[in-house]
């Protein structure tokens, strides 16, 4: 209840407004694009407190250092390592396989700095832990941020991609210079051959 209501009180003050509802689904990988901005973290956990969803995100390691570590990790907070394969897919596989209940936030992009592409990490995660991934979202030209479409992913990448694709369309990060073409490179690859 206090979740909620502090959910409620920073979108107002922000003025941004919740659109839709949450996913009846007990488990699933939400998407969060566009991510352009460190402000896209508080308008996701707000908009997640106000509808009544727990969420686990991902940030770099570096965030979790001192104090502010612990505060992050009450919020969600799951630190990855940088620069280094950690085998960060299965261990949320894993993760999903024991849980009876688990919403984890990946950014598509990566980063909050341009890049051509998504990287495949929400999709092979999705796909090996046999959950749906949720279309997340924060339009900055519109102020209004939610939950979408539920997607259970296919054996057709392309067709998947295209649903995102069609989705993320109309949708505008706070920078919109440093949105990307939504497409994965493994999709200009299988095109190559």
């Given at each position: 209840?206090?979740?909620?209501?502090?959910?409620?009180?920073?979108?107002?003050?922000?003025?941004?407004?919740?659109?839709?509802?949450?996913?009846?689904?007990?488990?699933?990988?939400?998407?969060?694009?566009p991510?352009?901005?460190?402000?896209?973290?508080?308008?996701?956990?707000?908009?997640?407190?106000?509808?009544?969803?727990?969420?686990?995100?991902?940030?770099?390691?570096?965030?979790?250092?001192?104090?502010?570590?612990?505060?992050?990790?009450?919020?969600?907070?799951?630190?990855?390592?940088?620069?280094?394969?950690?085998?960060?897919?299965?261990?949320?596989?894993?993760?999903?396989?024991?849980?009876?209940?688990?919403?984890?936030?990946?950014?598509?992009?990566?980063?909050?700095?341009?890049?051509?592409?998504?990287?495949?990490?929400?999709?092979?995660v999705?796909?090996?832990?046999?959950?749906?991934i949720?279309?997340?979202?924060?339009?900055?030209?519109?102020?209004?941020?939610?939950?979408?479409?539920?997607?259970?992913?296919?054996?057709?990448?392309?067709?998947?991609?295209?649903?995102?694709?069609?989705?993320?369309?109309?949708?505008?990060?706070?920078?919109?210079?440093?949105?990307?073409?939504?497409?994965m490179r493994?999709?200009?690859?299988?095109?190559?051959?």
């Amino acid at each position: 209840m206090i979740r909620r209501s502090i959910g409620r009180l920073v979108l107002r003050l922000a003025r941004w407004k919740a659109e839709g509802s949450a996913p009846t689904e007990q488990k699933y990988v939400l998407i969060a694009a566009p991510h352009t901005s460190n402000w896209d973290l508080l308008y996701l956990l707000a908009l997640s407190f106000h509808l009544g969803v727990k969420v686990s995100w991902l940030g770099k390691d570096s965030l979790f250092r001192g104090p502010m570590g612990f505060v992050l990790r009450r919020f969600g907070g799951v630190p990855v390592p940088r620069g280094k394969r950690s085998g960060m897919v299965e261990s949320l596989v894993d993760q999903f396989q024991r849980a009876e209940s688990l919403v984890i936030v990946i950014p598509a992009e990566a980063t909050r700095s341009y890049t051509d592409h998504w990287k495949s990490g929400f999709y092979r995660v999705a796909v090996a832990a046999q959950v749906p991934i949720v279309c997340g979202y924060l339009d900055y030209q519109h102020r209004v941020g939610g939950f979408g479409l539920v997607v259970q992913p296919t054996d057709d990448l392309d067709a998947d991609m295209a649903v995102f694709r069609s989705f993320y369309a109309d949708k505008q990060g706070k920078f919109p210079e440093q949105v990307g073409e939504v497409r994965m490179r493994s999709e200009d690859i299988a095109k190559s051959l």
